[in-house]
């Protein structure tokens, strides 16, 4: 096989050929590492594998740039296994056999192989399958990097033989331990303010990978006296940040916006609503999720609360951005300060679950029509109680089927209109329990 796939010294020739400050600062030892203490710590799970000697298949679930490539390579060294690295990107059948093949061969030869799958989410089905025999016979130990959800992007069969580890972000500490590792490697600091070096930081948006790449563009730049943050922010962009809007970032954002709306919190529903729209979401997705809480969280406490929604999606088709995108974050401040119920959504889900238990039940023959003798003969109909001939316009009867008790599904809570619902309801519940004596 070729050695494409395997850990390669430069060769000779290029060995003075210059190298990125990322690749510089690749740490030599897993104690080097920054941010991930709390899986790399003795207590964490990867230090306890190493404590023990025994490193399982794992994967490595992270965003950009927080250390993924970096730790499998370390891990490889620290249990003495031949690093592999390939990426689902460029990997077909034949090359995935070429490698299971040099691993056996490897393993026959007393030394193990650790296959670094990079991208490993974008392997199809059958692809991730064909790594769980080699898996299992300890051909290879499979370490996989994601920046997307496992749980949703591999195998239950791939998930149940490896562990997930969660790699965090970077904090702005810990890129500044990494800014100043960076300055210790050019052997002189950033020409920046202090501000202009928070903004720098601020830039790389937890990636540690970008701070390099800016780190190394400053160091570049020829200037006399340190820059501002408006003279650094003219020179360069800030990084774009991350969002996939058909990936995680996509659902854990929707979800903060949703729970902001839930827990009546308008400055954190219009933080979250405005970082969607700055990652490109699709206005009409937010004014479809945004009547979908009016309807599921604020409900008959405000009926009002989903008119206001409608209107503002109205508004929204009429106006389109940015003029329209006013009327949802109206929208979303109206909902999270109107009062919150989801009675009628608890409510729908216990009938739903009360039908499909009872579905084959009939309703009782007296709220059937009887168009015909033969039904009439049959009973259907018979002793019905016109709700309007009753003094109160309410006749007590019963309306479930004969062989189901008679369940609370609707419980009103005590705000906003519901309140008065309430009333209505303990009302109807009192008079139905007098005629019914």
């Keep these: 096989m070729s050695d494409l796939f395997d850990r390669t010294e430069p060769a000779a020739a290029g060995a003075a050929a210059p190298r990125p400050l990322a690749d510089r600062l690749r740490p030599h030892a897993l104690s ?15 230090g306890a594998m190493l404590a023990s000697g025994s490193l399982s298949s794992l994967i490595l679930w992270g965003p950009p740039g927080v250390g993924k490539t970096t730790i499998a390579r370390l891990l490889a ?14 990997t077909g059948v034949p090359d995935l056999r070429k490698v299971f093949e040099t691993a056996k061969l490897r393993r026959a030869q007393g030394r193990g192989t650790l296959l670094f799958v990079d991208e490993i989410h974008r392997f199809n089905k059958a692809q991730q399958d064909s790594f769980l025999p080699h898996m299992e016979d300890g051909t290879i130990v499979l370490v996989g990097a994601t920046t997307e959800n496992p749980s949703f992007e591999l195998n239950s069969a791939l998930l149940s033989r490896a562990q997930v580890i969660v790699l965090d972000r970077l904090t702005p500490a810990d890129l500044e331990r990494l800014a100043q590792r960076a300055e210790r490697d050019l052997g002189r600091a950033l020409p920046l303010r202090p501000e202009a070096r928070d903004a720098l930081i601020d830039m790389a948006d937890g990636d540690g990978r970008a701070l390099l790449n800016l780190v190394e563009q400053v160091a570049a730049w020829k200037i006399a006296e340190p820059l501002s943050t408006e003279a650094l922010s003219k020179r360069l962009m800030r990084r774009a940040a991350k969002y996939d809007k058909t ?22 529903a219009l933080y ?7 990652g490109g979401e699709d206005p009409r997705y937010l004014a479809r999720r945004i009547t979908r809480m009016a309807v599921e969280d604020i409900a008959l406490a405000d009926p009002q609360a989903q008119s206001v929604c409608l209107h503002a ?3 929204y088709e009429r106006l389109g951005s940015p ?3 006013l009327a949802l ?4 401040v109206y909902l999270a300060l109107a009062p919150k119920s989801n009675a009628g959504y608890m409510a729908y889900k216990a009938a739903r679950d009360l039908a499909r238990r009872t579905g084959s039940e009939p309703p009782p023959k007296h709220i059937l029509n009887a168009p015909t003798r033969l039904m009439k003969e049959q009973g259907f109909g018979a002793g019905y109680a016109y ?9 007590g009867q019963n309306y479930f089927p004969d062989g189901v008790r008679r369940p609370v599904l609707y419980q009103p809570v005590e705000r906003g209109y519901e309140r008065e619902l309430k009333k209505r309801l303990d009302w109807f519940a009192k008079l139905r329990a007098e005629r019914n004596r």
Excluded at 38 to 43: D, Q, R
Excluded at 254 to 261: P, T
Excluded at 387 to 395: L, V
């Design 77 to 90: 060294d620290a249990t003495d296994l031949a690093f592999v690295q390939i990426s689902a990107i460029f």
């Design 32 to 46: 080097e590492v920054i941010g991930q203490e709390m899986v790399l710590s003795p207590e964490g799970p990867l």
């Design 387 to 395: 709700d309007h001939d009753a003094e109160d316009a309410f006749s």
């Design 329 to 332: 974050a109206q929208a979303l």
């Design 272 to 278: 979250w609503f405005a970082r969607m729209l700055e």
């Design 313 to 315: 999606w109205e508004i």
């Design 323 to 325: 003029e329209g995108e």
């Design 247 to 268: 990936g995680d970032e996509h659902y854990n954002l929707i979800s903060a916006l949703h729970k902001s709306v839930r827990g009546s919190d308008p400055d954190a």
